[in-house]
């Protein structure tokens, strides 16, 4: 346990460890290096953000999907599922709903959906920049071409999440079908760091087949990518995809990564995910005190939150924007955090 520990403490000297260093940290069970871990985490957010929780809007806006994950509720060969898309005036609109509530930040996610072309992305987001200049827009769109991220980063948007899903290219394969590229996931995530994006990577926590060594990997491509912002969250299985009987993500193992990701990177934004509130009721609490500083309510109308399952038992489907900003403000402010009204850029970030 004290060579754990150590471990920790170098992690927060160097932001770095050697490949077997990260293998020993991560594959350590002890609550009490957890622990260590959490409070060092915890220290370091609130050096750097205070006590102040950043807040994006979520805007699912459409379960169309042309890829074929096998993890996700919303893959195409899932025929079970109702598909939608938002319009061009309902996304407006959801931004504009967001922004009474306080949202300064509106993350605009979908499957990726055909519909959704250079030309119409790029007069959303020119729509949302006009109406709501002081916000930041964040897209998770998937891969798209270099030319469609610049033309939308043009049209206004800020930041891009895509997760990397994992780093271990042989792992990739057991969550993807074959059409799919790890090369050219990872290519659009350095791409999209190039254009000026603010970025965020991440992973799915115990998703099949992960074993610690792709776990480290995880590690040493944040350490590489320097991302702004990284997504983790525990993989929840979803009953019509092939991954319907295997086990989950734990809560444990997320927030051990989650304080590990906060050491490496003390000024990187971090989300407790809605996947973490999902499999414990006080799961996002326990992200945001194990290091995490960020959380993503929904935004989307209710009508179609239920649809947009990409696993099973999804939280807060049934609950209006307003109400998700009031439950998470209570919940915060019970653990001595406070949600703000503000872009929550990255520490130090300049627009290009
Ligand atoms: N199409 C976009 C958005 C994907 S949905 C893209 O490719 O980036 C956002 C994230 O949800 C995914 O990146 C994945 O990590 C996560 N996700 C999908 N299915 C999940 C599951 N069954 N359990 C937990 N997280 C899941």
């Known amino acids: 346990?004290?060579?754990?520990?150590?471990?920790?403490?170098?992690?927060?000297?160097?932001?770095?460890?050697?490949t077997?260093?990260?293998?020993?940290?991560?594959?350590?069970?002890?609550?009490?290096?957890?622990?260590?871990?959490?409070?060092?985490?915890?220290?370091?957010?609130?050096?750097?953000?205070?006590?102040?929780i950043y807040t994006r809007g979520l805007i699912e806006i459409s379960n169309y999907c042309k890829n074929n994950?096998?993890?996700?509720?919303?893959?195409?060969?899932?025929?079970?599922?109702?598909?939608?898309?938002?319009?061009?005036e309902q996304i407006i609109e959801c931004a504009g709903i967001g922004y009474e509530l306080g949202f300064r930040t509106f993350v605009?996610?979908?499957?990726e959906d055909g519909s959704f072309t250079d030309e119409f992305m790029c007069d959303v987001i020119g729509e949302i920049r006009k109406n709501h200049p002081d916000c930041a827009i964040t897209l998770s769109l998937g891969e798209r071409s270099e030319k469609s991220y610049r033309l939308m980063y043009e049209a206004g948007a800020n930041r891009y999440l895509l997760?990397?899903?994992t780093a271990d290219s042989a792992h990739y394969r057991k969550l993807h079908p074959e059409e799919m590229s790890f090369e050219n996931r990872i290519r659009c995530l350095y791409t999209l760091k190039e254009i000026g994006y603010q970025v965020g990577c991440g992973f799915m926590v115990g998703s099949p087949g992960q074993t610690e060594s792709c776990l480290v990997k995880d590690m040493e491509l944040i350490t590489d990518l320097q991302p702004e912002m990284v997504g983790i969250g525990p993989f929840v299985p979803h009953h019509a995809t092939p991954f319907a009987r295997e086990p989950g993500g734990t809560v444990k193992q997320t927030l051990f990564l989650l304080s590990l990701i906060r050491i490496l990177k003390p000024d990187v934004l971090l989300p407790a995910t809605t996947a973490l509130g999902t499999i414990d009721p006080k799961g996002r609490?326990?992200?945001?005190?194990?290091?995490?500083?960020?959380l993503m309510p929904n935004l989307s109308p209710t009508d179609y939150r239920k649809q947009?399952?990409?696993?099973?038992?999804?939280?807060?489907?049934?609950?209006?924007?307003?109400?998700?900003?009031?439950?998470?403000?209570?919940?915060?402010?019970?653990?001595?955090?406070?949600?703000?009204?503000?872009?929550?850029?990255?520490?130090?970030?300049?627009?290009?």
Not at 69 to 88: A, K, P
Not at 285 to 294: L, R, S, T
Not at 316 to 342: F, P, Q
């Open 108 to 111: 605009l996610q979908g499957g």
């Open 1 to 18: 346990m004290e060579r754990e520990k150590e471990l920790i403490l170098k992690l927060d000297s160097l932001h770095r460890l050697e």
């Open 20 to 52: 077997e260093e990260w293998e020993e940290l991560i594959r350590c069970r002890d609550d009490d290096v957890a622990e260590f871990a959490a409070e060092l985490a915890r220290k370091h957010s609130r050096e750097i953000f205070g006590n102040q």
């Open 308 to 352: 947009y399952e990409l696993y099973d038992n999804k939280i807060c489907t049934g609950d209006e924007a307003a109400e998700c900003r009031v439950c998470l403000a209570n919940r915060v402010s019970a653990i001595g955090y406070e949600i703000v009204t503000s872009r929550g850029d990255a520490p130090g970030w300049t627009q290009k």
């Open 69 to 88: 994950c096998y993890y996700c509720g919303i893959r195409r060969d899932n025929s079970s599922v109702e598909r939608y898309r938002l319009t061009r």
């Open 163 to 165: 997760r990397h899903e």
């Open 285 to 294: 609490e326990k992200g945001i005190m194990a290091g995490a500083n960020v």
